[in-house]
């Protein structure tokens, strides 16, 4: 093996040492960032129970009592069909 031969293969070498290398420090500067971003969400779940917390439990507020299921009135006689197509279609409505 020549020289320069010995020269290329180092070279080659050192190129995937670095490779290498920066692959691993980029990992580690990943895993720092992750960390740094679960323990900002920790900090704030933990803030978020304590205000909960401090906070007076409120009642909810109570539904309207009646809930309107149809339109029509008790009073009023169911339309015929016919009439209520005939409704319709002077209404401007097409069947």
Do not use: H, Y
């Not at 339109?71 to 015929?80: I, S």
Request: hydrophobic share 40%.
């Amino acid at each position: 093996m020549t020289k320069a031969d010995r020269d290329r293969a180092q070279a080659r070498f050192d190129k995937a040492a670095k490779a290498v290398q920066d692959a691993k420090s980029g990992k580690a500067e990943r895993d720092a960032a992750a960390k740094a971003v679960l323990d900002n969400m920790a900090k704030l779940k933990a803030l978020r129970l304590a205000r909960e917390a401090a906070e007076p439990k409120s009642v909810p507020a109570a539904k309207a009592a009646k809930a309107r299921s149809s339109t029509k009135r008790p009073d009023e006689k169911p339309v015929a069909l016919s009439e209520w197509l005939a409704g319709q279609q002077n209404g401007g409505r097409r069947t």
